[in-house]
């Protein structure tokens, strides 16, 4: 009834016409090839192939014909009859062309690649289709120019020479991926091209690759998120999950995939964004890599204006690499940087766990001014000398906030020749380090405030919880005017609290801390003595038990006397604050 009434409408009104539906298959259809079928057949039509497989030279596709495997997906196979340059070639056009349940095979005969979209060959779509060359040799299973694809529930498996998908040098295809599956798949990369519009919603794969899953050399507008990948290094070198060079105006978000490596010799940096042009977000990953040889870094920010580093986690045990560098940011231009609720648990026995900035001076300092690092937690080896569990170097006026660092030499590092007026080292905690705590290198004026510094019983600390001192990398820059307000320094093993040399006393403040127990020491002066530190330091300060939680909760207990004992410093909004980082009721929203 509803038909009848659209036909009568139809006859009144201009509508246009229904699209025939034709047939192919070995006999009793209206073609028994897809050739016949693309020259029969007009744009708008349906053609329903029937089970087989189909061999023949290249084909052309020119309509707007939508080509249906009517017997199921994967039942229709195309295949080269003899050996030539490509399966398939899409040609240009704005046509609503559309495969659905095909399978494109370049395993035998094919030189090039299994499909060729041509430039400008637009609206073109796939749906529940296998591309693949297992054992043969093409160069790529798609090539592609500038044309707009859209790829769902579809399969990439086998071995191409070069790429799943490359694209043409100085085109830019918008390529959407929904439920992407890469199979079995060995190559150098999985995509491979020049500036991409890349989307891609979900999907697995399984490859081993010498290069990357994803890699493009100056990217356009990309969205890779939901993807659950497996990966190893066909070789000895090294292979990325995701990496982009070069600079464009664009938008970059690598967010919520899996990631796992396994019996890679060495990798690359595993998520890498560098050039410049780029707004960055890379957030809520999951990156696994247990193995004894990692090199570089999980994530790797590079010279982009706007960086957003959050809620990632990266599982790096089983790593021995001094080299590798989990979370790495640094700039050449002027950039905003958060970085921010990542869990990170590392094994390496050297660098950095999270660097923002970087470790020497260099011609690229205070680019990244005012960078946030908060609400990170750092799990590194313990009785470790060397791994810094996070580094802001060379930049000022940064916040360092609500972290929680776990063993390595040195918890958090604050170093260059700055001079800060904002900003601030606070809401931190920091256990069982081996060489400091908090080390500040060559910083002026750096407020230090309501963090706790807690060293379990048994565990010695030669420098100190927080550490003063000269930065000797970059010409014995000073770190005179530190303030440190509020915090809890609770030693368990009568390790000095606070260490400041004499080339940076000048200027220091400190008070309203808990020192349990208190062992300091300012230039060449030592303090033992309660009486004799608040004649020059903490005047308001504490020298009892802070009464935690436990030896493994930092929260205070009710009665605790650091509740309600500090001085407020404008980042909470109770007057006067609790003593610490962890308070006993008061809401520490960076810390959730």
């Known amino acids: 009834m509803r038909r009848l009434f659209l036909i009568l409408v139809c006859l009144l009104i201009a509508c246009p016409a229904w699209g025939a539906t034709k047939t192919v298959c070995g006999s009793g259809c209206d073609y028994t090839t897809l050739a016949q079928a693309e020259t029969g057949a ?141 199979s079995s798949f060995t190559s150098t990369r999985f995509l491979s091209g020049a500036k991409a519009i890349l989307t891609i919603a979900g999907g697995t794969g399984s490859a081993s690759l010498s290069g990357e899953l994803f890699y493009l050399t100056s990217a356009g507008n990309t969205s890779i998120s939901g993807v659950t990948a497996t990966l190893s290094s066909n070789g000895t070198a090294p292979s990325s999950f995701f990496k982009v060079n070069g600079t464009a105006a664009s938008t970059i978000s690598i967010a919520s995939n899996n990631i796992t490596y396994n019996n890679i010799y060495s990798l690359d940096h ?149 001079t800060y007026t904002t900003g601030q080292v606070a809401y931190n905690t920091f256990k069982d380090q081996t060489g400091e705590q908090l080390r500040v290198k060559g910083v002026k004026n750096l407020p230090v405030y309501n963090n706790t510094f807690y060293l379990s019983s048994g565990r010695t600390l030669p420098n100190g919880q927080l550490y003063i001192t000269v930065n000797s990398d970059s010409d014995n820059a000073t770190s005179t005017g530190t303030i440190a307000k509020n915090n809890i320094f609770s030693s368990q093993n009568g390790q000095y609290t606070i260490n400041c040399d004499a080339n940076s006393s000048s200027g220091l403040v400190v008070d309203y801390n808990i020192h349990y127990p208190l062992k300091a020491i300012v230039g060449a002066t030592a303090y033992t003595d309660w009486s004799t530190w608040q004649a020059s330091y903490d ?25 309600g004992a500090g001085v407020n410093i404008g980042l909470v909004h109770l007057d006067p604050p609790d003593i610490g980082a962890e308070p006993y009721l008061q809401y520490v929203p960076w810390r959730h």
């Open 539 to 563: 005047s308001h300060g504490i020298n009892t038990d802070p009464l935690f939680v436990s030896a493994t909760n930092y929260h205070l207990q009710s009665g605790s006397p650091a509740s």
């Open 270 to 418: 595993i998520i890498s964004l560098n050039g410049g042009g780029f707004t960055v977000s890379v957030t809520k990953n999951t990156v696994t890599a247990k193995h004894a040889s990692q090199t570089n870094s999980a994530i790797y920010v590079m010279s982009q204006p706007s960086a957003t580093v959050t809620g990632n986690t990266i599982d790096f045990n089983g790593t021995t690499s001094n080299t590798v560098v989990p979370i790495f940011v640094q700039s050449a231009i002027v950039s905003n940087v958060n970085v921010s609720k990542n869990t990170v648990h590392s094994t390496q026995t050297a660098k950095q766990v999270i660097l923002v900035g970087t470790d020497t001076s260099s011609i690229n300092n205070n680019y990244l001014d005012g960078a946030t690092i908060s609400g990170n937690k750092v799990y590194a080896l313990l009785d470790n000398t060397a791994v810094h569990c996070i580094e802001y170097g060379y930049n000022k006026n940064g916040t360092v906030l609500g972290n929680y660092v776990y063993g390595g030499n040195y918890g958090i590092v604050i170093k260059g020749d700055e």
């Open 42 to 182: 007009s744009s708008g039509d349906t053609v329903n192939v029937s089970l087989g497989t189909y061999s023949q030279a290249e084909i052309t596709f020119t309509k707007g014909i939508s080509w249906v495997a009517i017997d199921g997906t994967g039942t229709v196979t195309i295949t080269r009859s003899a050996s030539g340059q490509r399966n398939v070639s899409i040609a240009a056009g704005n046509g609503a062309m559309s495969f659905d349940g095909f399978i494109f095979d370049g395993t035998t005969n094919t030189i090039a690649s299994v499909v060729n979209i041509q430039d400008g060959a637009n609206n073109k779509t796939f749906t529940n289709c296998t591309f693949k060359a297992t054992g043969g040799t093409p160069t790529q299973l798609i090539f592609l120019y500038t044309s707009t694809a859209t790829f769902t529930n579809c399969t990439f498996s086998g071995s191409p020479t070069t790429a799943g998908i490359s694209v043409a040098t100085n085109y830019a295809p918008t390529l959407t991926f929904t439920g992407l599956s890469i």
